[in-house]
């Protein structure tokens, strides 16, 4: 599996934008890049997933930069329940396994 | 629908005692997942079931059975629980198990073993 660098922490003021970045410079070419997030005393939650093409949902969106070996996940206007741990997980092709990182810890100030 | 349902929440158990951890999905997914995460660390895969009347060990299937009871539920046993076993277990589901799939997670069991 590809390796992943994440920032350990980050602050984001409520209803600004959040830009967390991911490393994964050794991804295959056919990795997907998903992204979950895990809430305080929660399982994890899905958040978004890509391959090539940066994508939107009603969550987040997702840039991946062109040569795939980083990506950035984007909270529009972050909220108070936004406040979570973030995962960068390149996910192998074939594999059905997440394998996390230690995340993001992504704190959000009123 | 309630997703994805973990039983028990919490449970203490003596080094030497065996137990199970319930898992049961409404969301008619194929395959099925078992995760564990100690404390500041990210969730390992212990086994999954790809379908059912299937399973495959994960990165950390050592102490551990799985059995797929049928398409909703797929339990984790613990035969000889010992301190290293402490830890949130988690279960998730996902439709098909591709590699774009969402998995769906639970709530978590909490497993304290002394």
């Known amino acids: 599996d590809a390796k992943t660098t994440q920032p350990n922490s980050m602050e984001s003021n409520e209803e600004e934008p959040v830009h967390l970045p991911c490393n994964h410079s050794?991804?295959?070419?056919?990795?997907?890049i998903h992204w979950y997030r895990q809430l305080p005393s929660q399982g994890p939650e899905y958040v978004i997933h890509?391959?090539?093409s940066n994508v939107n949902n009603r969550m987040a969106s997702l840039a991946i930069a062109e040569d795939r070996k980083s990506s950035t996940l984007i909270l529009h206007r972050a909220t108070l329940r936004d406040a979570a741990v973030y995962y960068c997980?390149?996910?192998?092709?074939?594999?059905?396994?997440?394998?996390f990182g230690k995340g993001t810890k992504l704190s959000v100030i009123p | 629908n309630a997703g994805v349902t973990q039983t028990p929440k919490f449970q203490v158990l003596k080094t030497g005692q065996s137990m199970t951890l319930q898992c049961a999905q409404d969301?008619?997914?194929?395959?099925m997942y078992w995760y564990r995460q100690d404390p500041g660390m990210g969730l390992r895969l212990i086994y999954y079931?790809?379908?059912?009347?299937?399973?495959d060990k994960g990165e950390v299937p050592n102490g551990y059975n799985v059995s797929r009871l049928n398409k909703r539920e797929f339990s984790l046993r613990l035969e000889s629980a010992a301190p290293s076993q402490t830890s949130v277990y988690f279960c998730?589901?996902?439709?098909?198990?591709?590699?774009?799939?969402?998995?769906?997670f639970g709530p978590g069991t909490r497993l304290t073993v002394l």
């Open positions: 890509g391959l090539t």
């Open positions: 998730a589901s996902s439709e098909i198990g591709r590699t774009w799939d969402e998995q769906f």
């Open positions: 969301m008619n997914h194929n395959s």
């Open positions: 997980i390149p996910r192998r092709a074939g594999s059905y396994q997440l394998t």
């Open positions: 050794t991804i295959s070419g056919t990795d997907y």
């Open positions: 079931s790809a379908s059912e009347g299937t399973t």
